[in-house]
Nanobody, 115 residues
Framework: VQLVESGGGLVQPGGSLRLSCAAS????????MSWFRQAPGKGRELVAA????????NAADSVKGRFTISRDNAKNTVYLQMSSLKPEDTAVYYC?????????WGQGTQVTVSS
C-alpha cells in the first residue's frame, strides 16, 4: 500500500491549491479515504473524508465551504481542492486509508499560507 501526496506549496491568504493523493497497492475504489492535517505543535486532525464511490463526503467545520474532497477511482486518486486559504490552514496534509484494520498514511505535503 502506498499513498503519495502532491500539490502543496506556498500560497497567499485567499488563494487556492489542489492536493492530490495517488494510491497504489490496493483497489482504492473499494475504500473510503480521508485527508488529515497537522500544524506545528498540534495533533493530526481530520480535514475531509469521502466514501468509496464518492457519493458522500464530510468536512471539518473549520474548512466547510472552502475545501472540497473528491476522487477519480479510474486514476486511483483522491483530491482536496482548497480555496479561500487562511494562515491557520498552514500544516502538513496527509492522505489516509483504513485498510483491513490498519491506518496507512502518505509522507505528507506541506501547505503554507502566508503573505
Amino acid at each position: 500500500v502506498q499513498l503519495v501526496e502532491s500539490g502543496g506549496g506556498l500560497v497567499q491568504p485567499g488563494g487556492s491549491l489542489r492536493l492530490s493523493c495517488a494510491a497504489s497497492g490496493f483497489i482504492a475504489a473499494n475504500y473510503a479515504m480521508s485527508w488529515f492535517r497537522q500544524a506545528p505543535g498540534k495533533g493530526r486532525e481530520l480535514v475531509a473524508a469521502i466514501t468509496s464511490a464518492g457519493g458522500s463526503t464530510n468536512a471539518a467545520d473549520s474548512v466547510k465551504g472552502r475545501f472540497t474532497i473528491s476522487r477519480d477511482n479510474a486514476k486511483n486518486t483522491v483530491y482536496l481542492q482548497m480555496s479561500s486559504l487562511k494562515p491557520e490552514d498552514t500544516a502538513v496534509y496527509y492522505c489516509n486509508v483504513l485498510l483491513r484494520g490498519r491506518n496507512y498514511w502518505g509522507q505528507g505535503t506541506q501547505v503554507t499560507v502566508s503573505s
